[in-house]
């Protein structure tokens, strides 16, 4: 007698969901939207249990409590407000993660205060409340309150961020205001101030958050002040951790006329732990002056970026307060072939009809044309028509370098640039 082959029970459940799957998704092609087949099947890949929506982190008010528990106030905002709301998922596990909110079935509960874009863009149109929330896959989400009125600011209710901070880390900050209509919300357009510039400094201001870097051991005082509205000062205490400072690469070698970004992380001792973190913008880089050889920016976007300028040797050091922890490397800067020579990038002997009026030439350093390495309308190149003055002129321009055709004949053009210069024959006809 014959036996039935023995199938696992979750290996028949996971072929019968696959074939509803695709099966969803023959309908939707068929219906012509398959959007909502697409999250149906999003839902059934994540196990999607719960929805929630949110909006900016940092357009909600909150603050820790001396019992270190979190407050978080009502959201309020003006009219003609804009926020973007974000979603999160929880799956069967219990696990949260974040969903993309593009091209999603947004739901306001009071279409004249506000509305929702399809990518979860809020706009405030009135004043009033509204509930906003989401629907994926047949699962809605819970509502978040917006509350729309417009105020103005009564007082600043205090700073707040972590009370404590480490020398050339950045640690970001809000500030949080009582309005006249008696709600409490994250304060924008705040004028952040230090009590002592010397020793720390605020960066990196983005909506309603400020970055302090302090880079002195001791305390230091933040200042908020909003439409003649100023804070109490926020202490915050900075701490001593920061042991050392490694700079990478260990041994920087650039060559003349290009750059290298050097990046510097600080070695901090907390608790026992040896901890590294980024601080590349938040030192001070230096070379020594008029050394020659290389030079460093402390631009914010371009920390650390070190530039060669001739051949030779010289030290890059990354320094985090006035008598702080520094670290040095030594740097190199070796010819670069690109900027040796001149080179044109047309090929002598160029034959023009004495028609064609006018014509552009460009020159470039290395042994050939290289639009990287153009030098043609530097303030450091020069021009000149070396023989056939009566067949053509030269024109530098500030974006272009052309040549007037004049009479019919033969001519010589030269370029210089530093020590190098370039010849090229233009022949009229």
Request: aromatic share 6%; with cysteine; glycine share 8%.
């Amino acid at each position: 007698m014959s036996r039935l082959p023995v199938v696992d029970l979750p290996v028949i459940n996971l072929l019968l969901r696959c074939s509803l799957l695709a099966a969803l998704v023959v309908m939707g092609a068929c219906s012509g939207d398959a959007r909502p087949f697409e999250e149906s099947i999003e839902v059934s890949q994540q196990e999607l249990a719960t929805l929630s929506v949110h909006p900016p982190a940092n357009e909600v008010a909150s603050f820790v409590d001396d019992a270190g528990e979190p407050q978080v106030f009502p959201l309020f905002v003006d009219v003609g407000q804009q926020l973007q709301f974000s979603i999160r998922g929880v799956n069967a596990a219990g696990e949260q993660f974040t969903m993309s909110g593009i091209d999603r079935t947004w739901v306001v509960s009071n279409p004249e205060v506000a509305s929702m874009s399809a990518n979860g863009l809020l706009t405030s149109l009135s004043e009033g409340v509204a509930s906003i929330g989401v629907s994926i896959g047949g699962i809605d989400s819970t509502f978040y309150t917006v509350n729309v009125r417009n105020s103005s600011i009564d007082t600043i209710a205090g700073i707040y961020g972590d009370p404590s901070a480490e020398r050339c880390l950045a640690e970001p900050y809000t500030a949080l205001g009582l309005f006249l209509d008696g709600s409490t919300r994250v304060l924008d357009n705040v004028e952040w101030t230090v009590s002592d510039p010397e020793s720390a400094f605020t960066k990196n201001q983005v909506a309603n958050t400020i970055d302090l870097v302090a880079i002195e051991t001791g305390s230091i005082d933040l200042i908020a002040n909003v439409d003649g509205a100023q804070s109490l000062a926020r202490s915050v205490v900075v701490n001593d951790s920061l042991t050392k400072i490694e700079i990478t690469p260990s041994e920087p070698r650039v060559r003349v006329g290009e750059t290298l970004s050097t990046t510097a992380l600080g070695v901090y001792s907390i608790n026992s732990n040896e901890l590294r973190f980024a601080i590349t913008s938040n030192v001070v880089w230096q070379m020594p002056e008029n050394n020659g050889a290389a030079s460093v920016s402390n631009a914010t976007t371009t920390a650390g970026l070190v530039s060669g300028i001739n051949e030779g040797s010289t030290i890059l050091s990354a320094q985090c307060g006035m008598n702080g922890v520094v670290a040095q490397v030594p740097v190199e800067v070796v010819a670069n072939p690109n900027l040796q020579g001149l080179a044109f990038q047309q090929s002598s002997p160029v034959s023009l009809s004495l028609a064609t009026g006018t014509y552009e030439l460009a020159v470039s350093t290395g042994s050939s044309y290289n639009s990287t390495y153009d030098v043609s309308t530097k303030t450091a190149t020069t021009w000149e028509v070396t023989s056939g003055t009566n067949v053509v002129s030269i024109n530098k321009g500030s974006d272009e370098v052309t040549i007037s055709l004049l009479s019919v004949g033969d001519a010589t053009v030269q370029v210089n640039y530093g020590n190098y210069s370039a010849t090229i024959t233009i022949s009229v006809k």
